[in-house]
């Protein structure tokens, strides 16, 4: 069986907001397994949270780049906040993003990409530096590890893709970016009105999935589980709990797709009849949070400083 540490108590209390005593308990109860002591607390009603949701540790830049028709987005990753206000990690960021317009979102592509500029004669030999030499270049100058984590590009042949970004340090570049590619005849200008208010509409509630097809089926069937034995906790027979469960699966629909959700613009309309009324189609969407899902080892200063000074 595996050993049920203190932290792995704690990161389940800080993930579900149960009590310690039930964290632990679901952790003994499923053999240490993380995902499985989160529904285990949901079905006994004992999870103050309804879904995972990853914690914000890496630091570093979100930034965005378009051009008519196609828009880009890239999230470069550092150690600290200090980096992110370094005007040459920002012209990095910068420049990544328009290189994705043209390269694509294939990272290792991106990485194997030539850096603009960086052609010339050395030895009377041509060398090509590329975006992942220019990395490891800024890496020894700031002297901190950086990665670029991911890339997205929409492009569409008829309407726009608008972007979004939300806590910008300066123009396309901050800590959430969005990108929204609409589909569609309509003038221009309003279209890219309504991209950014769907950029901030996503934003802000974070849909999953554009429609309720795009779901991933493995987290729908987890959601039904979950909600089936939540129900038949009640004693309710299991009739009742097909018409429950079903009823508390629409629910799930409005909070994770992003055509069902409540438009945040005026908390009535569905955002799939704001996007009807516009006689647009709402083609594709992506949502980057800085550093989201990504876990900062936590150590122990102290005796951090004490190994270096070699006392540990």
């Known amino acids: ?49 309804a879904k995972k949701s990853g914690r914000i540790a890496a ?63 050395v030895e009377e030999t041509k060398v090509r530096k590329t975006v992942a030499d220019q990395l490891t270049s800024l890496i020894a100058t700031i002297g901190e590890n950086m990665s670029i984590r991911r890339a997205k590009r929409f492009q569409v042949a008829e309407g726009t893709v608008a972007t979004y970004m939300h806590s910008a340090v300066k123009p396309g570049l901050g800590k959430i970016g969005v990108l929204v590619a609409l589909d569609g005849a309509s003038e221009q200008s309003v279209m890219e009105t309504l991209g950014r208010q769907i950029g901030m509409h996503v934003a802000a509630t974070r849909p999953e999935a554009m429609d309720t097809s795009a779901i991933d089926p493995s987290s729908l ?33 409005e909070e994770v797709v992003l055509l069902e959700q409540v438009w945040v613009h005026d908390g009535e309309s569905r955002v799939k009849e704001v996007v009807k009324k516009a006689g647009v189609k709402l083609a594709g969407f992506a949502r980057f949070h800085l550093g989201e899902g990504i876990e900062k080892q936590q150590g122990d200063f102290a005796a951090e400083v004490a190994a270096a000074a070699g006392k540990a």
């Open 221 to 253: 069937a987890r959601e039904r589980d979950v909600l089936a034995d939540q129900a038949r906790a009640s004693g309710k027979p299991e009739a009742i709990i097909e018409k429950m469960v079903e009823g508390r699966i629409r629910k799930y629909y």
């Open 1 to 49: 069986m595996a050993e049920i540490t203190a932290g792995m108590v704690r990161d389940l209390r800080e993930r579900t907001g149960a009590g310690m005593m039930d964290c632990k308990k679901a952790l003994v109860e499923n053999g240490g397994d993380m995902e499985a002591a989160i529904d285990w607390l949901r079905k006994k009603g004992l999870s103050a949270a």
């Open 59 to 121: 630091e570093g830049l979100v930034g965005v780049a378009s051009a008519p028709g196609v828009a880009a987005m890239v999230e470069v990753n550092a150690e600290t906040d200090f980096v992110a206000r370094n005007e040459t990690f920002q012209h990095f960021v910068e420049t990544v993003a328009e290189l994705v317009l043209t390269v694509g979102d294939d990272i290792e592509a991106l990485k194997n990409a030539t850096w603009p500029g960086a052609v010339g004669l």
